[in-house]
């Protein structure tokens, strides 16, 4: 089973039945692409909680494959400089959550954690800050409902006032949420976002935030197109979809041709694989994610 296949069971992102053998998509505009279905379970928790990435990526350093679970987790508290244990346990288990597999209580060298060991200083952040945003359905739902919209018909004009921000955690949030979690919720999207290249901000708090295309790691994207496939069960896809309408497109707020410059730097990477698809261009994930398309698509 796949990460994202772990986090929809525990409240990630949803499953949701993929158009990935499309060939053709009308222009953006007359799509509105960024309107895409999702299956949400709304209304959405606060996202009060966060994993700092500096202690998160220690963490993951340490997680070597064939380590025990409960080996690494013992030398993952001693990694952290906090002295309140439950703060420890707490963020050692959200990173195991997020990033280490051990289904029999061993490690296993897992398409991510691969990715992240031998990555260079800005794809692990890339990494780190895609997987991380895509655990939580506010980020993917940030940008298809306020930075893509805005993009699309404003360019670098656009801008996010906190007073919008505060109507779109208001609107797909909890109702009985208390004002303080609310509040959270916002800035915790908000550093998301700008730490995965989509927003900028001013040191100011109250000045309204800028939209902004982002400029990942190619690897960094080929994963999140990746994961997708892995989690639908597809395994496949078009180019046409991946550059258009996949998570990793709208996740990094992407004009399409710019999708698919990255896609293909993601197979020369060898993140991911060309395929055939519905006779047109396509990609495919590798065996290591447990899934082999030609037996999901037979099923």
Not at 5 to 13: N, P
Not at 106 to 134: F, M, Q
Not at 289 to 295: D, I, K, S, Y
Request: hydrophobic share 45%; charged share 20%.
């Amino acid at each position: 089973m796949s990460m994202s296949a772990v986090q929809a069971q525990g409240g990630g992102r949803a499953l949701v039945h993929p158009i990935n053998h499309i060939v053709e998509i009308p222009a953006a505009p007359a799509l509105g692409r960024w309107r895409a279905q999702l299956d949400l379970p709304l209304p959405l928790k606060s996202w009060t909680r966060t994993v700092p990435a500096v202690e998160a990526l220690a963490l993951i350093d340490a997680a070597e494959p064939g380590l025990e679970l409960s080996a690494w987790s013992e030398r993952a508290e001693a990694l952290l400089p906090q002295t309140e244990p439950a703060y420890r346990q707490t963020l050692v288990r959200l990173v195991e959550r997020l990033f280490v597999q051990a289904p029999d209580g061993v490690i296993v060298e897992a398409p991510l954690l691969k990715l992240l060991h031998g990555g260079t200083e800005r794809r692990r952040h890339d990494l780190y800050y895609a997987a991380y945003g895509l655990a939580h359905p506010w980020t993917l739902l940030a940008c298809r409902q306020v930075l893509l919209p805005l993009l699309d018909r404003l360019g670098d004009a656009a801008a996010v006032s906190i007073e919008d921000w505060d109507h779109f955690v208001l609107r797909f949030g909890e109702p009985d949420a208390t004002e303080a979690s609310r509040r959270k919720t916002r800035s915790t999207v908000i550093g998301v976002l700008q730490q995965l290249g989509v927003l900028e901000r001013e040191a100011n708090s109250a000045a309204p935030t800028k939209p902004r295309r982002a400029a990942p790691d190619a690897s960094a994207f080929g994963w999140v197109l990746a994961d997708q496939l892995a989690l639908e069960l597809w395994g496949e896809a078009t180019l046409t979809w991946a550059s258009h309408i996949s998570d990793a497109a709208m996740l990094y707020c992407l004009r399409p041709e710019t999708a698919a410059e990255l896609t293909q730097g993601a197979i020369r990477a060898r993140v991911l694989k060309k395929a055939e698809v519905a006779g047109a261009p396509g990609i495919a994930i590798s065996a290591a994610w447990g899934l082999e398309p030609q037996v999901a698509a037979a099923s």
